[in-house]
Every structure is written in structure tokens, then in C-alpha cells.
């Protein structure tokens, strides 16, 4: 079937006119408006059309580039000229940007297809999805179950087969964590190779969006579409972008893998644990080389974040305010009626909370106590990476210390931070990330998080597809796919 | 009870950049409301700033200008409240790494003597847009034209002890922005604004609370406020009372400070680092370019016009209190008026005529290349001094060139000394008892001659000359 096909075959069957753009888009946009999963806020059928139509217009002039007439989704969370950008707020419900982000412009460059924008939690707040304004997004392996979040509307289309590829975000484990329990693959850059331009803020500084995908290799290309530096984005590195599919073949033979023993210990699923463990081994096949490396700061990742993106974010949705655009109440009876209301109605609870969090933590004399102790702290774990990738080529662990948990099943906030337990110190470093499919437990996907220093996409996206030419876990799809 | 003052002032100097702050939007003023702010200064969602670097070089120049310390990494923060006319309800800002550090500036005080100011910190913000309360009844209306102008506020030392020293330190300012050309200095498009921390003691105590009045934009103004509010103080201590720290708003229709919010009601900004933007960082080959390209300095000018124009201390002090009267009077100088003249026209008949019109040199009737020619009119004897304002007065009023005023008006000096000598002798004739008088040693009558001779000549027969042919007559 022609929606199991990763993009690297489907780029080979329009070339060849296997299929065009056009009947590749109505393929897809008919398996979502079939699909149950609640994984699209918007579908732009029409849109997708007359671009496919575009595409194959330049694809028969044979003014194509590599991923023209390649569909796709995007996350919600960038700006859509002319199509609603919702964050997944009912505060943005109603608002329809009028700009595109950089990624869109990069991609309308290349006549890529839209098919529409992707659930997700509020705001990019939340790690099951359950925080959308548009209802959760449901597991295609198990509709009982969550997608992870906050990018769980691309991981669930992405797994579901409903698109090629979709966009994410991640400022926590946003990509990896929902790739992990939706079994796709997944990876967050280091910060600054993607500009943030038009993609709708929630914590500035560990912001980073990234290609969710079926193959490490769709990764690579995907990627190449998408990074690069933005004269538009003062955070984005003018460091050049290699060609991401080009050291993908790379024998691994000697490759020095670091298995971080915080990320072994208590807390961690049998299940989960038995499979990664399982796919180090495979490493080793490889001729890969284990070492236990140590990251001593790893375990005040979750409070470090939880003041770093909370402050920033109380500042960063300060400009929804009912004045503008987006929600506004009704019949405001002076400004701070106007204020008080349509941000209590417009935002969602979690997203209320982050930002009451945030404006405690940096309100005069808990600022030091808070925000600049946060920082403080966040150094030391970078310099905890530091040390480790001085002895190790690539880290290895667990994306989530479980597998996809019951929708409604995690009522505290705190528990639900501790799904991003693996995930959060990566953002804090600044460091690439990436979740592959590496097996089951009881059924439900277990993802493998690959971490790497700085720059170091090549060397994850190498060491991800060598994984996946020895394994099938990323081709299984849900049975009733 | 003998009260001592104290003054600080913030002056808000809007950057003449072409573009905003952080975005390409156009800066220029008086523009159909919000028509000149884009998708960056209205604060949509996604939008990221983009530091203008000109602004950058701007700060620079005054920071090299008053001998400031130079920050070579500084920082902007996100200065948070909630305001409808700032979009992203915050404010970027620079609070606790300035790109200028404490530097000075010397202004002139009545006694003819100089007084050091010190310049605590110059950082760079953007301006936030304007609410419009009396547009509409039920509503405000808001503008973001000016959302994202650069901004640099200039704190001063509280280093001024009465009203007309922190007018003498804002003019001060006002001129060097001027000169170093970063700011256009007009006062009432809000170009130039400045906040006044006034606050009272007795002689030998420390400071007193200091209130904060806001947004004041003209000289005159400033001085009023700070009166008013000293004299505020003084009263509320006097009866035994305190002073409240607050923010009072001037208000120069009932011309009395109020108050806008105390302490209390404050905003905590919440200040943090903005994690959209890189700290700036400013290398020397930068500093070196900048310092370079800077034009000469009030106080390097004032200098030169005494030492090689041999202009005095209180002429030079006059002349370069505004970049563009220098700019003028050296126009006249550089096409070869003499020195002295040249400065009484620009201090005297210019001056009083600009400052009784309320116009801005640069917008000046007469220009300065005009005002040489009608110096140098009376150089070259064409027209006399006294005749030379009668056609100033022409020039200003009707706009029109020197030469033409003296040809339609016949003003051209009597010259021809026949033409003059018939005058003369015929004055002699009907004056015989003058003459007599004269003759017998009073000759204070020859001032009387004259006066004839000019009446009959309507005042344009040379006077040196008048005197010449009465002399040789009369002897």
C-alpha cells in the first residue's frame, strides 16, 4: 500500500509516475478523514489539492525539487499563512495567521503538501496530549491509550500511516516522547539548527522543532529540508547543515555507546528497560562498545525545567491578551475585566498553572532563589554531558520510563512531569535528541532515545538506520492499519 | 529651614534609525495609525526580534561621546506588564548589564562656571505604542506605529541640585544627541522625553524620598514641574508630613504634578534575560570605527571657536549650545564674514527673532548662505548696518533674496560723492545759523548735519563719507 511507503520510496515513485502528487494527497487525505484518532485540528483538503496539483505541474516541467509533491502535516504549532494556527488554545481558536513561518516558506519552496495541522497539547504543554482544547489524540496502537505528547497528533498520523511525515516540536520531549509511544521515529536538533521563526513559543530557550517520521533515513532527509540557519531568528546557528543522508551508511564498528546509570534506575518499566536493553545488545552486534557513563544532575532535570520553561513561557503568551486577536470575552466591562477573563477562559488549566509557576518564580526576591538557581543548575547538567561525550560517542537510554499509559489515568501534574524524566536534560544541554522504534512491551511501542553532542545529527541519524537495517520494529504498524 | 534639592533625570532618546529595534518596520512619524507596524511589532504569535545593529552603533556614539564605559557584553531583558498598547506584554529592555556604563557631561551654570554631571547608565529598549483615551467615548484607541522605536534612556546621577541645572543638563543632552547625530531631538513628536526623580532634604541630612514625574516634553516644562513638585515636598515636610514614593504625571494645562501610582500599586517587571536574543557583544575594531566616525563634540567646538575664532567663552558657550546653530554660524564664517559680526547676527537679530517666533533654527526663514550675503551687503558697502536690519526684517517676513530687497527698495548706499556733496551743500545752505555755531565751536551740531543728511538721503548716504564732506565743509 502506497501509505506504507517511507518518503525516500515515495520520492522514487513520483519520479518514476508510479503515482502523482495529486493522487498521492487524496490518498492520504482520505485515510484522515477516515481515521478515529482525533490527530488533526485542521485538514486543508483544498489547499493540499491545488498544491499537489502545483507539484506535479513542476515535477512534469521537471522543475522539481527532492520533496516536491511530498505530503505532509504540521504540527499546529506553526504559523500557517491564511490557514488557522490553533496551538491546540481555544485562546487561538479563531485566529488565522497572516505569515508563515520559516519552516512553511522552506517547505512551499519545495512544493511540499500541506494535509492540514496536528493536535497537540495547549501550547506545546504536556506530555499525553490530554491538554488540547480540540479533546486527546488517541494511540493507534491502543485507542485506550494516550500518544504522548506534546507532538502527539504528528506521532499519532505518522504511526496511523495517515501522513507521510509530520512536523513536531520538542521543549521537553514534545518529538521523542510521543515517537517513543507511538513507535516512529523521531528527532529533536540541537538548538538553533531549525528556526524557531513562526512556530509559536512556549519555552524560548529549549524550543526546537524536528521531522517525526517512519525511518531514520526519512529523518535525514526531512531534515534537510528544515534546517539551516534564519536571518529571522536571532538563536539560529549560522553553522552549516551537512547533508544529513550522507554518513547514514556508515559502519558503527568501534562506535563508543555511553548507558547513563541514572537512566537505569528506579522508576523505570521492567518492559521498557528489557528493550532497550535488548537493542544496546544489538549495538554491540554492530561492533559498538558499552560504557556505563554517569550524569550526577540528570536528577534535578525535572525541577530545573519546571521553573526555566514555565518563567519563560509566563512571558512568552503575556501577548495573549484579548486585544489583538484570539479569544476575547465577552462584553469586557473595563481592561483588566478584559484581561482577567479572556485569559482565564482562553487558556487551558495546565497552561495556567505553568504560567502562574513562571510569574512567581520571577517575581522580585525569588528571582535569585528560582530562575537564577534553575540556571545555575541547568550549566551543570550541560557540563555533566560534557564530560560524558568526552569518553562516549553517542548516549543511550530510555525515551519514557513507561509505555503509553490510559487516557485520564495520570491526574496528578507531578506524576505526568516524570514522563519526560529521560527527555528533559537534553533541552536543558541545548542537545540533539532522537527516539527510534526498538520494540514492544505488552504490545505497546518502546522507543530507544539516542542522545548526541552538539551538532552531532549525522552521527544519530548514522547510528539510528544501521539500527533499523538490522530490525523491523519501525515497519510494524497497528493491526488494524 | 534651608532645603536642599536633588535631581536625577531619564531621558527617553528615541534613535533616529530608519527601521525599528527588532524589526524592519519603518520608523517614521506621523503615519496613518498602524500602518507602520509589522507582524514583529504587533506581537503575533511566532514572531521572534531581530537586533537593529544601527541602533547598536547609535548607543555607541553617545557612550563614546560622554566618556562612558563601554559594556562589551551586555544583555537585554523582558521588562513584563500587561498594557494594551504593548503587544507582547512585555517590554525588551536592558536592566542589568546596560551596553553604556557611568560616564559624564559638563553643563554651564548661571555663575559662568562649568558642573561635571555623571551619567549613571545608557541602555537600549523599544518604545511602546500610544493609547488615544479621547478619541472615542467608550474606547481607546490604540496605535502601534511607534511599537519597536529604539530607544535609548540616559540616566543621570542625581547630581542636580535645582530646576534650571537639570535644564541645563537636559539641553546638554539634547545638543549631543543632536550633534553625534542619533536623535532628531523634536520634543513634540516625543522624540526627547524625560522623567525627573525629585526628592528634598535639609541641609545635612541624606536623601529624601524621591517622587518620580513622568513624561515631560519641553524645557519649560521640566523646569515648572520640578519647582512645582520641590515646592510640593517642602510644604509636606514642613507640616510634618512624608513624602510618598510615587510617579506623578505633570500637568501643564493646570500646571500642577499629580499622582499617577505609589509604590504600592507598582508593577513588579519580573525582569529576566530575553532568551530570543543574544547577548550583544561589541569588539574593539568596532569601538575604534565608531570612535573614529564621530563628529566633532559640543565641547570640542566650543573649545576651537575660542582658541582659533578668538570668540569668547560666553559667545562659544552660546553658539554651540545647538549643533545646528554651529552648523549655521560656521556656514557664514566658512564663506569669509567676519568672526564677530557674524556671531552678533546669529545670537542677536536670528536669535530674538526665532526664539520670539518659536522656530527651530532648522527651520529658519533665512538661510545662513542668505544671511552672509546680507553680512557681507554691508562689507561691501552696498547698504549700511543700520539699513542692513530694516532689510533683515524684509527678508524674514517675505522670504525673499537680499539683492532683490535692496534693488526693488532702492536701498543701495549713496556712494557717488557728487550726488552726496550737492545733498550736503545744500543742507549747508538752509542751515546758516547752524553753520555759525558750528564754526564757533559747538560741535556737537555736527550730529545734527548728519541727521539732516540721512533724513534727506532716507538713510542711505555712507556715513563714514557724510562725515568726510561735512568735515572738509564745515572747516
Redo the contacts between chains.
Keep these: 500500500m502506497m501509505h506504507n511507503l517511507s518518503i525516500a520510496e515515495l520520492i522514487k515513485g513520483l519520479k518514476n509516475k508510479d503515482f502523482s502528487s495529486v493522487e498521492l494527497t487524496q490518498h492520504y487525505l482520505k485515510r484522515i478523514n477516515e481515521s478515529k484518532l482525533n490527530a488533526f485540528i485542521s485538514v486543508t483538503d483544498d489547499l493540499a489539492l491545488s498544491q499537489a496539483n502545483e507539484a506535479d505541474l513542476k515535477i512534469a516541467k521537471g522543475d522539481s525539487t527532492l520533496l516536491t509533491g511530498i505530503p505532509y502535516a504540521h504540527k499546529d504549532i506553526f504559523c500557517t499563512k491564511g490557514v488557522k494556527t490553533s496551538a491546540g488554545s481555544k485562546m487561538l481558536d479563531s485566529f488565522i495567521s497572516p505569515y508563515d513561518a520559516t519552516l512553511n516558506h522552506k517547505f512551499n519552496l519545495e512544493n511540499m503538501v500541506m494535509l492540514g495541522k496536528t493536535n497537540m497539547d495547549e501550547f506545546a504543554m504536556g506530555s499525553s496530549n490530554e491538554n488540547s482544547y480540540y479533546g486527546p489524540v488517541k494511540n493507534p496502537w491502543d485507542l485506550k491509550k494516550v500518544p504522548g505528547g506534546s507532538s502527539g497528533g504528528s506521532a499519532a498520523a505518522v504511526a496511523s500511516r495517515i501522513t507521510p511525515f509530520a512536523t513536531g516540536t520538542d521543549t521537553g520531549g514534545s518529538i521523542r516522547q510521543p515517537a517513543s509511544l507511538c513507535g516512529i521515529t523521531g528527532i529533536k536538533p540541537t538548538y538553533g539548527r531549525i528556526s524557531r521563526y513562526g512556530m509559536i513559543a512556549y519555552a524560548s530557550s529549549l524550543d526546537q522543532a524536528g521531522p517525526m517520521t517512519q525511518t531514520a533515513e526519512d529523518a535525514a532527509i526531512v531534515l534537510n529540508a528544515m534546517a539551516g540557519f534564519d536571518s529571522k531568528d536571532s538563536t539560529s546557528a549560522s553553522k552549516e547543515t551537512p547533508d544529513y543522508t550522507k554518513k547514514l551508511t556508515n559502519s558503527l564498528d568501534g562506535l563508543l555507546i555511553g548507558l547513563p546509570k541514572e537512566f537505569f534506575s528506579s522508576g523505570l518499566d521492567d518492559g521498557v528497560e528489557k528493550v532497550v536493553m535488548q537493542a544496546i545488545k544489538e549495538y554491540e552486534a554492530m561492533g559498538a562498545k558499552i560504557k556505563e557513563v554517569s550524569l550526577p544532575n540528570s536528577m534535578h532535570a525535572i525541577p530545573t525545567y519546571y521553573i526555566v520553561a514555565p518563567c519563560e513561557c509566563s512571558s512568552n503568551l503575556s501577548r495573549f491578551d484579548g486585544v489583538r486577536y484570539g479569544y476575547r470575552c465577552e462584553d469586557p466591562k473595563d481592561l483588566d475585566d478584559l484581561y482577567l477573563r479572556s485569559r482565564s477562559e482562553g487558556f487551558g488549566k495546565e497552561v495556567k498553572r505553568r504560567i502562574m509557576i513562571g510569574a512567581y518564580a520571577l517575581s522580585a526576591g525569588y528571582y535569585d532563589a528560582y530562575y537564577l538557581k534553575a540556571q545555575k543548575v541547568r550549566q551543570l547538567i550541560s557540563e555533566d554531558f560534557k564530560k560524558a561525550f568526552q569518553s562516549v560517542d553517542v548516549i543511550m537510554g530510555p525515551v519514557s520510563p513507561s509505555t503509553a499509559f490510559d487516557l485520564g489515568s495520570v491526574k496528578d501534574p507531578v506524576s505526568m512531569y516524570l514522563a519526560d524524566i529521560y527527555t528533559l536534560s537534553v533541552n536543558l544541554a541545548g542537545l540533539p535528541g532522537m527516539s527510534i522504534p526498538a520494540g514492544f512491551s505488552k504490545n505497546l511501542p518502546v522507543g530507544l532515545q539516542l542522545i548526541g553532542n552538539h551538532w552531532s545529527e549525522e552521527l544519530l541519524l548514522n547510528t539510528a538506520h544501521q539500527f533499523q537495517l538490522k530490525t523491523d520494529w519501525h515497519k510494524s504498524t497497528p493491526i488494524e492499519l | 529651614m534651608t532645603w536642599e534639592t536633588v535631581i536625577g533625570l531619564e531621558i527617553h532618546s528615541q534613535l533616529k534609525t530608519k527601521s525599528k529595534i527588532f524589526s524592519g518596520a519603518s520608523t517614521e512619524f506621523g503615519a496613518k495609525a498602524n500602518t507602520q507596524a509589522c507582524?514583529v511589532d504587533?506581537?503575533?504569535?511566532?514572531?521572534?526580534?531581530?537586533?537593529n545593529k544601527e541602533a547598536v552603533r547609535m548607543a555607541l556614539r553617545f557612550g563614546l561621546a560622554v566618556n562612558a564605559t563601554i559594556n562589551k557584553h551586555s544583555i537585554f531583558a523582558?521588562k513584563?506588564y500587561?498594557y494594551?498598547d504593548l503587544?507582547?506584554?512585555?517590554q525588551i529592555s536592558q536592566f542589568e548589564i546596560p551596553i553604556v556604563g557611568s560616564g559624564t557631561i559638563d553643563i554651564p551654570l548661571d555663575s559662568g562656571e562649568n558642573k561635571k554631571v555623571g551619567i549613571t547608565r545608557a541602555h537600549l529598549e523599544e518604545d511602546a505604542g500610544k493609547s488615544i483615551h479621547d478619541l472615542y467615548d467608550d474606547f481607546?484607541a490604540?496605535d502601534l506605529n511607534r511599537a519597536g522605536t529604539p530607544l535609548l534612556e540616559i540616566v543621570s546621577d542625581p547630581d542636580m541640585s535645582n530646576a534650571k541645572e537639570a535644564v541645563a543638563y537636559a539641553k546638554k543632552i539634547h545638543a549631543l544627541v543632536q550633534y553625534i547625530d542619533i536623535c532628531d531631538g523634536n520634543m513634540q513628536e516625543g522624540s526627547f522625553r524625560c522623567d525627573a526623580n525629585v526628592s528634598v532634604r535639609r541641609k545635612g541630612e541624606g536623601l529624601g524620598t524621591r517622587a518620580e514625574i513622568k513624561n515631560i516634553n519641553s524645557f519649560k516644562f521640566l523646569e515648572k514641574a520640578i519647582n512645582l513638585e520641590v515646592e510640593r515636598q517642602i510644604d509636606i515636610l514642613e507640616d510634618g508630613g512624608s513624602v510618598a514614593q510615587e510617579t506623578r504625571l505633570y500637568d501643564s494645562i493646570k500646571n500642577e504634578t499629580r499622582s499617577m501610582r505609589s509604590k504600592e500599586e507598582a508593577n513588579?517587571y519580573?525582569?529576566?534575560p530575553d532568551?530570543?536574543?543574544?547577548p550583544v557583544v561589541i569588539d574593539d575594531e568596532l569601538l575604534k570605527n565608531i570612535k573614529n566616525g564621530l563628529p566633532e563634540l559640543p565641547t570640542e567646538k566650543k573649545a576651537r571657536f575660542i582658541d582659533t575664532l578668538g570668540l569668547s567663552e560666553y559667545d562659544a558657550e552660546n553658539l554651540t549650545s545647538q549643533k545646528a546653530m554651529a552648523d549655521y554660524f560656521e556656514i557664514i564664517i566658512d564663506k569669509g564674514a567676519d568672526v564677530k559680526v557674524s556671531a552678533n547676527w546669529v545670537m542677536g537679530e536670528l536669535a530674538a527673532s526665532l526664539n520670539k517666533n518659536q522656530i527651530d533654527i532648522k527651520d529658519s526663514p533665512i538661510s545662513a548662505s542668505e544671511l552672509y550675503k546680507l553680512i557681507s551687503r554691508v562689507t561691501d558697502n552696498t547698504i549700511s548696518g543700520k539699513i542692513a536690519k530694516d532689510v533683515f526684517k524684509i527678508m524674514w517676513n517675505e522670504k525673499r533674496s537680499v539683492d532683490e530687497i535692496i534693488k526693488d527698495q532702492g536701498l543701495e548706499q549713496m556712494t557717488d560723492v557728487g550726488a552726496l556733496e550737492s545733498v550736503i551743500d545744500e543742507i549747508i545752505s538752509k542751515n546758516l545759523d547752524q553753520v555759525e555755531q558750528f564754526k564757533n565751536g559747538n560741535t556737537k551740531l555736527l550730529g545734527f548735519f548728519v541727521g539732516q543728511v540721512m533724513k534727506a538721503t532716507q538713510g542711505k548716504a555712507n556715513p563714514k563719507q557724510v562725515n568726510q564732506i561735512l568735515n572738509d565743509r564745515l572747516s
Design positions: 507582524a504587533l506581537g503575533f504569535p511566532g514572531v521572534l526580534p531581530v537586533l523582558r513584563n500587561f494594551p503587544p507582547k506584554g512585555y481607546t490604540i513588579d519580573r525582569y529576566f532568551p530570543d536574543l543574544l
